[in-house]
């Protein structure tokens, strides 16, 4: 931990220029070093090149400056109640993951960190809590990790013990919110990427110095997500005219949202929507109406080709514990009912898991390539 505090506080002090790398995989290793140009030079700025958790293709490796992640730092701090001391139980060298340690870091407080190369055992989150000190207790996690934490009543009992427990990495099922709460859980939903220093909008209200914009609205008011101000980073280390960094200060995701009373929700991304008979699926809305049968402990929506349809929507289920999964009837009248007939999945395939990349974010390209 010594060697870590060193490096961490170096990275916060803006002192040299890190790449985080995974230490059980030695091919992603490669796959960064190789890429993201370990060893080259670097823009004078950066403290941080940290790569993005995208399906395919080259990485993309986000820049950062020590007073971008000390923003992000601070904004948390301000957000939550105050500095405190965090427990690492997501991979560090993802921008979520490393934030845990810089934060934590930066209040003063080595961090707590759980061995999760092997998987998530919430079985060890009581011992881990009690190794933290402070007067303010934080974690992060991912909604696959909460789902397994709700299961495990010891896991449960530590994990209120804690001020706040950002969640995020990816969507976060409507009624795993509401079980999380109601086991007296102080959770708090994030969004945000790498290119933003990870989480910059909390609960769906824009941390401190976070600007939402949201980019050729539809009637409804849902468009392009973009997001400016002191966390975004200063772009790609090896893309350095994606279109995505065009205007300076602003990262345009691929998210499509909508802003109302302050409070943004996401609906989707832009490169995941389904074409079905001319009509657009967008996968997250129709998942968060499966996501309510009691049935489903997990699910993602996807488009497999379709001669007729150009593709045709379908669900991969994982059942939730002790039940078997709903019917594909069961599953296509509810969403009907609460969505419309095109939206409904024309197929249901059952699973034990879903492929995941990052932190824990549902790798469609891979379910596709699965269920095909």
């Avoid at 870091?105 to 190794?131: E, N, R, T």
């Avoid at 998210?255 to 409070?263: A, E, K, P, S, T």
């Amino acid at each position: 931990m010594l060697r870590a505090r060193r490096d961490l506080s170096a990275l916060l002090a803006g002192d040299a220029a890190y790449l985080p790398l995974p230490d059980v995989d030695s091919n992603e290793s490669t796959l960064l070093r190789t890429h993201l140009g370990v060893g080259a030079p670097v823009d004078d700025r950066c403290a941080l090149v940290v790569s993005t958790s995208g399906t395919t293709g080259v990485p993309k490796g986000a820049m950062h400056t020590a007073a971008t992640l000390a923003a992000s730092a601070e904004a948390t701090a301000v957000a939550l109640g105050g500095p405190g001391a965090w427990l690492q139980t997501l991979p560090p060298h993802h921008i979520a993951g490393l934030q845990v340690m810089l934060r934590s870091i930066a209040a003063g407080a080595d961090p707590v960190v759980v061995d999760v190369s092997a998987g998530f055992d919430p079985a060890v989150l009581p011992a881990a809590a009690d190794a933290l000190d402070g007067p303010r207790r934080y974690t992060s996690l991912v909604p696959v990790q909460l789902r397994k934490a709700l299961a495990h009543p010891p896991a449960v009992n530590a994990l209120r013990t804690f001020d706040a427990i950002l969640v995020g990495g990816a969507a976060t099922p409507p009624a795993l919110q509401r079980d999380a709460r109601d086991a007296g859980l102080a959770i708090v939903t994030t969004y945000g990427m790498s290119e933003t220093a990870g989480g910059c909008v909390y609960d769906g209200v824009p941390l401190r110095g976070t600007t939402i914009r949201i980019d050729a609205p539809n009637d409804d008011g849902v468009g392009r997500v973009v997001l400016g101000g002191s966390t975004v980073a200063l772009g790609y280390r090896n893309r350095p005219d994606h279109p995505a960094f065009a205007e300076p200060g602003w990262f345009r995701t691929d998210d499509l949202g909508v802003v109302r009373d302050g409070v943004l929700s996401i609906v989707g991304r832009a490169d995941e929507a389904v074409s079905t008979g001319g009509l657009t699926v967008i996968p997250q809305v129709v998942e968060a109406v499966i996501a309510e049968l009691p049935a489903v402990g997990d699910c993602a929506v996807v488009g497999l080709p379709d001669e007729r349809l150009g593709e045709r929507v379908v669900v991969a289920v994982v059942p939730a514990e002790g039940r078997a999964a709903p019917t594909l009837d069961e599953i296509r009248e509810f969403v009907v009912d609460r969505l419309d007939r095109y939206a409904a999945p024309r197929e249901v395939f059952v699973l034990d898991s879903l492929p995941l990349r990052g932190p824990g974010k549902v790798n469609r390209a891979a379910l596709r390539e699965l269920l095909s």
